[in-house]
């Protein structure tokens, strides 16, 4: 047996030749493990057409789908001091930190752009959380941030689409600290006048969903997306009781009044537009005016002019007769 297995076997292989067929033609929902073709995953937005399990996409990905003509224009971010702290667990911070930034291809967990939408200005912070689970960090705070200011610039309305597990523990108090500045960038654009938006995506929790996260003037989510700050594990160990199906998932806050609309992937867009439209444009159609029925001219009764009285002479002749 091993020498058929470590003889005849690699033999075979090596005259068959390698496989021109690459490993990622098929991808498996998480959800009902059900095996899809990526042009079909593609063209349903990267949402299961079986289950209707959203899976997690790239911030790329997302600014494509929600800007027109998937065209705009990513800003460059401040660079902040790296690793002040000098953390190591198993691994210095810094190593984790080049490790993701090779394996995404950018240098944080969140892109910041602006363009178009439905044909209104619009700036939006996408995060990633194939970037160390999309945790918020310095570089976080500072892009909230820059997103913040260039919304107030051009005067449009602010969109915040986090994906993170919370704040990042390799920077401690440092990344604590950014839970307030992100609140202040989101004042900044408030006090403008300006709206702000947030779509929450699977998952959003910790110092994300404590801070900017939850401040936005209108809460989507898309179906089936974790919401919460701590787990649902801890919470049931803290408070001893077993905490109600779909805790913490987009639709029981829909019913208890966290989010105000649960949007399929494919109408986020629209509903987007809709809703900055309605914001921006405020423009009601006036109610037709009904025009007052004039009133009926009433015919005035002629006048008839009193007979003259009949003289005494006259009236005595008439009499006679």
Not at 191 to 214: E, I, N, W
Not at 281 to 299: F, K
């Amino acid at each position: 047996m091993n020498w058929l297995s470590n003889f005849v076997r690699p033999k075979i292989r090596a005259l068959a030749g390698k496989s021109d067929v690459p490993d990622n033609l098929w991808h498996k929902c998480p959800n009902c493990e059900a095996m899809i073709f990526h042009r079909d995953l593609e063209a349903h937005l990267h949402v299961c057409q079986h289950c209707g399990h959203h899976m997690r996409i790239s911030a790329e990905q997302r600014l494509a789908m929600l800007f027109d003509d998937s065209r705009y224009h990513v800003i460059e971010l401040p660079k902040p001091a790296v690793d002040p702290l000098r953390f190591r667990d198993s691994k210095r911070y810094v190593d984790r930190l080049k490790e993701a930034q090779t394996r995404v291809g950018r240098q944080d967990a969140v892109v910041v752009a602006h363009g178009t939408l439905g044909g209104h200005p619009a700036v939006i912070a996408a995060f990633d959380f194939a970037f160390m689970g999309g945790s918020m960090g310095m570089a976080v705070g500072e892009a909230m941030l820059a997103a913040a200011r260039l919304a107030v610039l051009q005067e449009a309305p602010l969109i915040a689409i986090p994906a993170s597990g919370g704040a990042r523990m390799q920077e401690g108090v440092l990344s604590l600290m950014q839970m307030p500045r992100t609140v202040i960038a989101v004042q900044q654009v408030k006090q403008a006048g300006l709206p702000y938006f947030v779509v929450f995506t699977d998952p959003t929790t910790g110092g994300v969903t404590a801070s900017f996260a939850t401040l936005g003037d209108i809460h989507l989510a898309e179906p089936g997306a974790q919401i919460g700050f701590a787990g649902a594990r801890v919470i049931e160990e803290t408070i001893r009781q077993t905490l109600p199906e779909g805790f913490q998932k987009a639709e029981y806050l829909l019913d208890h009044g966290l989010v105000d609309l649960v949007v399929p992937r494919a109408e986020l867009r629209d509903t987007l537009i809709r809703l900055v439209g309605l914001i921006l444009q405020p423009q009601l159609e006036p109610a037709e005016e009904v025009a007052e029925p004039e009133p009926e001219e009433v015919p005035e009764e002629a006048e008839t002019a009193p007979e003259p009285a009949a003289e005494d002479g006259e009236t005595a002749e008439r009499a006679g007769e």
